[in-house]
């Protein structure tokens, strides 16, 4: 029963990993994590074309003088600045998390040859950040744009608000200790948003994510040919083999279905349809489990030596153990494992427990 409540639970609150992030935030919370994106490799050669972007407002609901900060950051950075967060001493938190990025950072006034990775926050509306660094690099519509180049390799970026803001007199980081309700529309991308040439099946996607639309339309399209043709077969023959096996295979055709509307549906709005998609992950682990009842089966020779075999309640423990951890891993890799890890279920310990 817990079980499905924490699946109930999971998909009642699924939000997917949107690149279009639209919501609203109380400073009083102090930190807000928004989205974990993967930035794409620059090429020289279409430099502009092949940047990653992250471009949005974000807007206070009145005029304000209260300032927090946004921050884009790479591990190297993000590592030390989201483990000081929980201080209980806010002002020294902020500290501590700006200590090592404020060094290479971007500030007009404490540090002008810096890289670009704040920007101070609510910008007033319908104006541009007073921190852009570029300002005639900012997308249209936006209050802000960061244009990330990698040349090496393809690197996550971790967005994210926070209630601190930097005296501009002292360059010290200070905790904004008032409540301030903050309205954010924000757009993280592959490809240049300015042009109409940018690929649809990549732009909207983190770089770990990029051509899975045709995957999915690849083995769509196998299981398009495969299911009709199995259950012509199945209704040919009778054999409970052949039934089970049927099973597994509309189940997995169920779940290609589900998830290729939604990553369909992502391209277009960066978005998508996150319960969609868990509905598709779960009729995945059915199908997973349904074959392995069969594979159990057959190892037993039933429906192929015999119709009766031994050790009955032994081989369905077997199989329900399956069934559990299958989805417990699920539950455990959507909500229990930390957003900067770049880990799957099968490599968290009870993950690579299980596999072995």
């Not at 109409?196 to 051509?211: E, G, H, K, M």
């Not at 023959?237 to 369909?264: C, G, K, Y």
């Amino acid at each position: 029963m817990e079980l499905v409540r924490g699946l109930l639970c999971l998909w009642l609150t699924s939000c997917c990993s949107a690149t279009h992030l639209v919501g609203t935030w109380h400073t009083s919370d102090f930190f807000l994590f928004l989205s974990k994106f993967g930035v794409q490799k620059t090429d020289l050669h279409y430099e502009k074309d092949t940047l990653g972007y992250i471009f949005g407002n974000v807007t206070s609901r009145v005029p304000t003088k209260r300032h927090v900060t946004l921050t884009v950051l790479d591990k190297n950075f993000f590592l030390e600045y989201y483990t000081n967060r929980s201080l209980l001493d806010k002002d020294k938190a902020c500290s501590r998390m700006f200590s090592k990025v404020s060094s290479v950072a971007y500030h007009p006034v404490c540090y002008a040859d810096g890289i670009d990775l704040f920007r101070t926050v609510p910008c007033a509306a319908n104006q541009i950040c007073p921190d852009e660094v570029y300002p005639w690099n900012v997308v249209k519509h936006s209050q802000f744009t960061f244009a990330i180049k990698d040349l090496s390799v393809p690197r996550f970026w971790y967005v994210s608000l926070v209630a601190c803001y930097r005296n501009e007199t002292t360059c010290e980081w200070h905790h904004m200790p008032q409540d301030t309700i903050l309205d954010y529309d924000i757009w993280l991308v592959n490809g240049n948003p300015n042009s109409s040439a940018y690929n649809p099946l990549v732009y909207q996607f983190s770089f770990d994510r990029q051509n899975t639309v045709e995957l999915y339309l690849v083995f769509f399209g196998v299981y398009l040919i495969l299911v009709p043709l199995q259950l012509y077969a199945v209704s040919r023959q009778r054999h409970p083999v052949t039934r089970l096996f049927t099973a597994s295979l509309i189940m997995e055709f169920l779940s290609l279905a589900f998830n290729l509307v939604d990553v369909l549906k992502f391209t277009i709005d960066g978005v998508g349809y996150p319960k969609l998609a868990v509905t598709g992950d779960i009729f995945d682990i059915l199908s997973r489990t349904i074959f392995m009842l069969l594979l159990l089966l057959l190892a037993k020779g039933w429906a192929v030596t015999r119709q009766e075999f031994t050790w009955k309640p032994l081989l369905f423990l077997i199989w329900l153990m399956y069934g559990v951890v299958h989805i417990l891993l699920y539950v455990w890799n959507k909500t229990e494992v930390d957003i900067i890890e770049d880990i799957d279920e099968y490599q968290t310990w009870p993950g690579g427990s299980f596999s072995a």
